[in-house]
């Protein structure tokens, strides 16, 4: 069993839906969490950063980490075709370096 | 500009080959990391570094080798010991050592069998 879990997609949504993606972990002591952003053939870039549990909200974007259920989300508002990309999940408990998920491909139709 | 600079885009391998891939970056940071990339798979790390002249193994670092001889640059050769190289190479770097950091990613390279 993979220590992260993601639904790799695609997910097929409309312009303006909003958007859940969602990992599953089994570390209990990861306790960082990331969520990066890649467009085809480029490399991921940093889109949220929590540490521990909660909620965190950056414009259109909210990570949310339940620590207790093992489980983490990025949530999209008015998703816009830009967004379409593959999200990447990571985390680390903070000794070792990140743990991807194998990323999940989002398209948002105009 | 900062940044990170991951060279040739683009790489191709003939047998028995070894290559190397070019990663560069000026923002001061301490750890650099190459990760391996496949379709549908997520990001496994090859090796890493956290401070020049020190490196250490990640997951998959059979049939690679890197070196960390300058703070800025941190190259990876894929030597003819790695059976199936075909993939997509990103180079990334941190502030610091691992606590917690956040990755700032090159552009990758698609290294490719020939």
């Known amino acids: 069993q993979k220590e992260v879990e993601q639904d790799p997609g695609p997910l097929s949504v409309p312009e303006g839906a909003i958007v859940s993606l969602n990992c599953t972990y089994s570390?209990?002591?990861?306790?960082?969490f990331m969520w990066y952003r890649q467009y085809s053939r480029k490399g991921p870039e940093l889109l949220m950063y929590?540490?521990?549990?909660g909620n965190k909200e950056d414009g259109r974007f909210t990570a949310q980490v339940d620590k207790s259920s093992k489980y983490i989300s990025l949530f999209i508002r008015d998703s816009q075709p830009s967004d379409s990309a593959t999200y990447l999940c990571a985390m680390t408990e903070g000794r070792r370096a990140l743990t991807f998920g194998s990323g999940t491909r989002l398209q948002v139709q105009p | 500009d900062g940044g990170i600079t991951q060279s040739p885009k683009y790489l191709f391998r003939k047998e028995g080959q070894n290559v190397t891939l070019s990663c560069e970056q000026n923002l001061n940071h301490d750890a650099m990391y190459w990760y391996r990339q496949d379709p549908g798979q997520g990001l496994r790390l090859i090796y890493y570094?956290?401070?020049?002249?020190?490196?250490q193994k990640g997951d998959i670092a059979e049939g690679y080798s890197v070196s960390r001889e300058k703070k800025e640059s941190f190259p990876l050769t894929v030597t003819s010991a790695q059976k199936n190289p075909t993939a997509f190479y990103l180079c990334?770097?941190?502030?610091?050592?691992?606590?917690?950091?956040?990755?700032?990613f090159g552009s990758g390279t698609q290294l490719s069998v020939l």
């Open positions: 570094s956290q401070i020049v002249n020190d490196f």
């Open positions: 990334a770097s941190s502030i610091g050592p691992l606590q917690g950091e956040k990755l700032f």
């Open positions: 570390n209990s002591a990861f306790q960082y």
């Open positions: 929590t540490y521990s549990s």
